[in-house]
């Protein structure tokens, strides 16, 4: 799949709705689907073990990530982040995951990519996701162990981490998972 945009910070919205656009169109079989920014650490042992506690019938409406609430919009000019009045005229956003690790079932991900096309694009990717959630009434399950920050690494530490930012290492990225995995294998046996 292909569109023809500036790869920039202030496209993530139109990246988003790619990604939901392929999944939808090419994993339709898929029973979940997650989000990552590539710096992020993932531990997939711990995905699986969050997936399976979802109850299928939160299926249709449900997504997991780091959850923000009463987030203010910035409105001072010289922010990265700043948005005008005109762009989002409110004073608070709606609730929303952040975008660089979420999860959420293929049903759920089918009626936001529908919404999506119906929804006024922001540059703000995971505000823009958290306004379409809260258009179709869908329910956020807040995961602490989602870390949109880096959580300084500690073998020990990350054994419940599911994922966290910061990992623009490839080696480095390689070494914690190589550690956890090992812990894991040792745990098993």
């Given amino acids: 799949m292909q569109q023809f945009f500036q790869d920039a910070y202030f496209n993530n919205t139109l990246k988003l709705m790619m990604g939901f656009q392929w999944a939808v169109e090419y994993c339709a079989n898929a029973q979940f ?15 699986v073990k969050m997936l399976k ?11 997991i990530g780091y959850v923000w609430n009463n987030a203010m919009p910035f409105r001072l000019k010289d ?5 005008s009045l005109q762009e989002y005229p409110y004073r608070f956003f709606p609730p929303y995951v952040t975008a660089g690790s979420f ?21 703000f990717d995971d505000v823009f996701l958290g306004i379409v959630a809260w258009k179709l009434k869908t329910r956020l399950l807040h995961n602490p162990n989602l870390y949109f920050y880096y959580l300084p690494y ?36």
């Fill in 33 to 47: 689907v997650a989000f990552f920014d590539d710096d992020y650490f993932v531990n997939i042992n711990n995905v």
């Fill in 53 to 63: 506690s979802i109850k299928p019938t939160e299926f249709s409406n449900t997504v």
């Fill in 79 to 83: 922010s990265k982040w700043y948005i």
């Fill in 103 to 123: 999860f959420l079932p293929m049903m759920t991900a089918e009626r936001l990519y529908v919404a999506m096309q119906y929804t006024q694009i922001i540059r």
């Fill in 154 to 189: 500690d073998v020990f530490q990350y054994r419940k981490v599911i994922a966290s930012h910061g990992f623009d290492d490839q080696e480095f990225l390689y070494k914690a998972w190589k550690e956890q995995a090992e812990l894991d294998i040792n745990s098993a046996q």
